[in-house]
């Protein structure tokens, strides 16, 4: 179509997508798809179905380690800011207390710690699942915008060693529950 | 199970609706219908305007009072010496307390696994953020130099100052700040799916634009909703002992002085109920009308009343339980300030409040116990806005009643609330509203891919009740079940019918 891609043909599929109306369906789909041995498997629902993630045999603790390193950094900044603040740089004499009273620094670092733990939390979850991101091929699926409502989709991507256009489409159609299978361009 | 019924079936009637928290047929497409057509309607309902035209004669009032404040300093609130805290203090008390029911329901009943909560964490949760913003006005503006508040936070400065933190008053400002933050990040993060869901209805192009930004290109991936989940329970996880500790610290502004009535222990579990009792009854203000004016009674149904008022119930019962503990520790003291102080709030020149706050937190929501008065919506409207009187009266006798009447009665005085501490005050409260109903506008006011989630809960869970529809556990989904008995006493068919609709 467009002449700066004369070098090599390309192909514009992105890869195939089953459309259920159950969750259920959605789910033993995804199991049954990697028993057949697709590996770039994805789901999409509207909800997070429970089980979804040992179906697509995906694990990923990064999330919660972020979160505590996070609340770990807050405790220290929070902690030491106060010494630094009110025991090494501007050390007032409130009363006579001693200095260095630690007991009073408790809820400002308690607070910290929970700050930045929560910001963590926030910021690598969008990190980590690659948002924002405006366009995705994925969205070219027809009916796709009734993925946020009440329709469940199974991705197959080209990009899987055991990717064929007609053989993923005919094991997609073959499966439980399965509304619509088509094929997604990029 | 997955029956179709059309868009909006609330006169489908198939099963008996009492026990349930879903009721009707719906399916996930209903619901979706349903929860975001108050949104993308392209006219809003009559009374949304009116509110929002009232209330925002309100948000006028609310700049006036802020800038006659800045114009003329605090003087003209009816503060004085001895009584340097007043309404300004009581209010962002009052206010603080207000929003931590959001909190609650949307972390602490989320991590206890109560799925019933999902149709009301996110209008209650939109209430912290907005009572948060009306809370952290007060002692910004009480600073009296409100344009210099930035010296609040630790900044390198050419003064070679840093902030005192010895005091809880610089301990506020950490809490409230990040009980703000972590609020705001915890609500979007619940938005996100929803402005997706959204994004994909919106028929006008600027909806479909604007929808479409906020959403972040989020698209359900099975991966994304892993960590999304992960990140949903961390923040409830956070925010649990965080809502726990906002209060406690603020309790801690009293109870680390020594003025008498304030330099007790109690406070802060005493504080902390409270809030959560008020904030309790400000949901139920709110969400009595909108469920009834949007339609919305097949979500927010007479059993999460039901439940709502035996919380309510419950945090009260705590609340006049400090009060009674507050006098005994007074008596017990054998301290003659403690022991006056008892004195002056049962018969000094405030005693009526003093009476009127029994009145309202102690003695009437006692009438909570019965399970009929409960689902008795016009009853427990009217008990909410009550105890939000009488959560106000109690920060009044806590301030104002005791710094009147101190150690020394060559130092006593009187407080009264001048015009300007009304106006701001009803200010705040059209700000409230205004800010509420223009959420309720452009955000789904229920969390809709969790309705989706506990729709498919619930028919997992008459699947396994072998279908009887008629079932009494047909709406039970949590594991824990508050009360645990089911359709005893009243809470038959025909209160439902009759109340609810």
Same mark, same amino acid.
């Given at each position: 179509?467009?002449?700066?891609?004369?070098?090599?043909?390309?192909?514009?599929?992105?890869?195939?997508?089953?459309?259920?109306?159950?969750?259920?369906?959605?789910?033993?789909?995804?199991?049954?798809?990697?028993?057949?041995?697709?590996?770039?498997?994805?789901?999409?629902?509207?909800?997070?179905?429970?089980?979804?993630?040992?179906?697509?045999?995906?694990?990923?603790?990064?999330?919660?380690?972020?979160?505590?390193?996070?609340? !770990?950094?807050?405790?220290?900044?929070?902690? !030491?800011?106060?010494?630094?603040?009110?025991?090494?740089?501007?050390?007032?004499?409130?009363?006579?207390?001693?200095?260095?009273?630690?007991?009073?620094?408790?809820?400002?670092?308690?607070?910290?710690?929970?700050?930045?733990?929560?910001?963590?939390?926030?910021?690598?979850?969008?990190?980590?699942?690659?948002?924002?991101?405006?366009?995705?091929?994925?969205?070219?699926?027809?009916?796709?915008?009734?993925?946020?409502?009440?329709?469940?989709?199974?991705?197959?991507?080209?990009?899987?060693?055991?990717?064929?256009?007609?053989?993923?489409?005919?094991?997609?159609?073959?499966?439980?529950?399965?509304?619509?299978?088509?094929?997604?361009?990029? | 199970?997955?029956?179709?019924?059309?868009?909006?079936?609330?006169?489908?009637?198939?099963?008996?609706?009492?026990?349930?928290?879903?009721?009707?047929?719906?399916?996930?497409?209903?619901?979706?219908?349903?929860?975001?057509?108050?949104?993308?309607?392209?006219?809003?309902?009559?009374?949304?305007?009116?509110?929002?035209?009232?209330?925002?004669?309100?948000?006028?009032?609310?700049?006036?009072?802020?800038?006659?404040?800045?114009?003329?300093?605090?003087?003209?609130?009816?503060?004085?010496?001895?009584?340097?805290?007043?309404?300004?203090?009581?209010?962002?008390?009052?206010?603080?307390?207000?929003?931590?029911?959001?909190?609650?329901?949307?972390?602490?009943?989320?991590?206890?696994?109560?799925?019933?909560?999902?149709?009301?964490?996110?209008?209650?949760?939109?209430?912290?953020?907005?009572?948060?913003?009306?809370?952290?006005?007060?002692?910004?503006?009480?600073?009296?130099?409100?344009?210099?508040?930035?010296?609040?936070?630790?900044?390198?400065?050419?003064?070679?100052?840093?902030?005192?933190?010895?005091?809880?008053?610089?301990?506020?400002?950490?809490?409230?700040?990040?009980?703000?933050?972590?609020?705001?990040?915890?609500? /979007?993060?619940?938005?996100?799916?929803?402005?997706?869901?959204?994004?994909?209805?919106?028929?006008?192009?600027?909806?479909?634009?604007?929808?479409?930004?906020?959403?972040?290109?989020?698209?359900?991936?099975?991966?994304?909703?892993?960590?999304?989940?992960?990140?949903?329970?961390?923040?409830?996880?956070?925010?649990?002992?965080?809502?726990?500790?906002?209060?406690?610290?603020?309790?801690?502004?009293?109870?680390?002085?020594?003025?008498?009535?304030?330099?007790?222990?109690? /406070?802060?579990?005493?504080?902390?109920?409270?809030?959560?009792?008020?904030?309790?009854?400000?949901?139920?203000?709110?969400?009595?009308?909108?469920?009834?004016?949007?339609?919305?009674?097949?979500?927010?149904?007479?059993?999460?009343?039901?439940?709502?008022?035996?919380?309510?119930?419950?945090?009260?019962?705590?609340?006049?339980?400090?009060?009674?503990?507050?006098?005994?520790?007074?008596?017990?003291?054998?301290?003659?300030?403690?022991?006056?102080?008892?004195?002056?709030?049962?018969?000094?020149?405030?005693?009526?409040?003093?009476?009127?706050?029994?009145?309202?937190?102690?003695?009437?929501?006692?009438?909570?116990?019965?399970?009929?008065?409960?689902?008795?919506?016009?009853?427990?409207?009217?008990?909410?806005?009550?105890?939000?009187?009488?959560?106000?009266?109690?920060?009044?006798?806590?301030?104002?009643?005791?710094?009147?009447?101190?150690?020394?009665?060559?130092?006593?005085?009187?407080?009264?609330?001048?015009?300007?501490?009304?106006?701001?005050?009803?200010?705040?409260?059209?700000?409230?509203?205004?800010?509420?109903?223009?959420?309720?506008?452009?955000?789904?006011?229920?969390?809709?891919?969790?309705?989706?989630?506990?729709?498919?809960?619930?028919?997992?869970?008459?699947?396994?009740?072998?279908?009887?529809?008629?079932?009494?556990?047909?709406?039970?989904?949590?594991?824990?079940?508050?009360?645990?008995?089911?359709?005893?006493?009243?809470?038959?068919?025909?209160?439902?019918?009759?109340?609810?609709?």
């Amino acid at each position: 179509m467009s002449s700066h891609h004369n070098h090599e043909p390309v192909d514009p599929t992105f890869g195939t997508v089953a459309e259920f109306d159950d969750p259920d369906a959605l789910l033993s789909a995804a199991h049954r798809a990697h028993e057949a041995g697709f590996r770039h498997v994805e789901a999409y629902s509207p909800f997070p179905i429970h089980g979804m993630d040992e179906a697509l045999k995906f694990d990923d603790a990064r999330l919660p380690w972020a979160t505590f390193l996070g609340g !770990l950094g807050g405790c220290a900044i929070g902690f !030491l800011g106060l010494y630094y603040t009110n025991v090494v740089d501007y050390p007032w004499n409130v009363g006579g207390r001693p200095l260095f009273s630690w007991p009073q620094f408790l809820p400002i670092t308690y607070e910290c710690t929970i700050l930045f733990a929560a910001l963590s939390a926030f910021f690598f979850q969008f990190a980590l699942n690659g948002l924002p991101k405006p366009y995705h091929s994925i969205f070219n699926t027809p009916n796709f915008a009734r993925a946020t409502q009440d329709r469940f989709f199974l991705l197959i991507e080209k990009t899987d060693p055991q990717y064929d256009s007609s053989e993923t489409a005919s094991f997609l159609s073959g499966l439980r529950g399965v509304i619509n299978v088509s094929e997604v361009e990029k | 199970m997955a029956t179709r019924t059309p868009p909006n079936g609330a006169q489908v009637q198939t099963r008996p609706t009492y026990e349930r928290f879903i009721d009707n047929q719906h399916t996930y497409g209903t619901m979706t219908d349903i929860i975001s057509e108050v949104v993308l309607s392209p006219r809003p309902p009559m009374f949304w305007f009116l509110i929002i035209a009232l209330s925002f004669v309100f948000v006028n009032v609310f700049l006036m009072a802020i800038t006659w404040l800045v114009l003329r300093g605090t003087g003209i609130w009816g503060n004085n010496i001895p009584v340097g805290w007043a309404w300004d203090i009581i209010n962002f008390v009052w206010w603080i307390g207000i929003g931590h029911a959001g909190t609650l329901i949307s972390a602490i009943l989320l991590l206890m696994q109560q799925q019933w909560r999902n149709s009301i964490n996110r209008f209650a949760e939109a209430m912290t953020i907005f009572a948060v913003v009306c809370a952290g006005i007060y002692p910004l503006l009480h600073t009296g130099r409100p344009w210099v508040d930035y010296w609040l936070f630790p900044y390198p400065n050419i003064l070679g100052m840093w902030p005192q933190y010895r005091s809880p008053l610089c301990w506020d400002v950490f809490a409230v700040s990040t009980y703000f933050t972590v609020s705001l990040l915890f609500w /979007f993060l619940g938005l996100v799916p929803d402005i997706a869901t959204l994004r994909d209805r919106a028929t006008h192009p600027l909806a479909k634009k604007a929808y479409g930004a906020a959403a972040l290109g989020w698209r359900g991936a099975a991966r994304h909703w892993v960590r999304y989940e992960q990140a949903t329970n961390l923040l409830a996880g956070l925010s649990a002992p965080l809502v726990l500790s906002v209060h406690s610290i603020v309790s801690f502004d009293f109870a680390v002085g020594l003025v008498p009535g304030w330099h007790t222990t109690i /406070f802060p579990p005493y504080f902390v109920a409270g809030a959560v009792f008020a904030g309790f009854a400000m949901v139920l203000t709110f969400g009595l009308p909108l469920r009834a004016a949007y339609g919305l009674k097949d979500f927010i149904t007479i059993k999460h009343i039901d439940w709502m008022c035996k919380i309510m119930l419950a945090t009260g019962l705590i609340v006049f339980y400090g009060y009674i503990l507050e006098m005994f520790f007074g008596m017990y003291s054998g301290n003659i300030y403690e022991i006056a102080l008892v004195n002056n709030r049962l018969f000094g020149p405030y005693r009526y409040f003093y009476y009127a706050l029994i009145f309202c937190n102690g003695l009437a929501p006692q009438i909570l116990w019965s399970a009929n008065l409960r689902k008795n919506i016009p009853v427990v409207w009217i008990l909410t806005l009550i105890i939000g009187v009488g959560m106000w009266l109690e920060r009044f006798v806590i301030i104002p009643m005791s710094l009147s009447r101190d150690f020394l009665p060559s130092n006593w005085g009187y407080y009264t609330p001048t015009f300007w501490d009304w106006a701001l005050f009803i200010g705040t409260m059209g700000l409230f509203t205004f800010l509420f109903f223009m959420f309720i506008k452009v955000l789904p006011m229920i969390n809709i891919f969790e309705m989706r989630d506990l729709l498919l809960r619930i028919n997992h869970h008459d699947h396994k009740a072998n279908g009887h529809d008629d079932h009494h556990d047909a709406g039970v989904l949590a594991p824990v079940t508050v009360g645990g008995g089911n359709g005893v006493g009243g809470n038959g068919h025909a209160t439902d019918g009759k109340v609810g609709s």
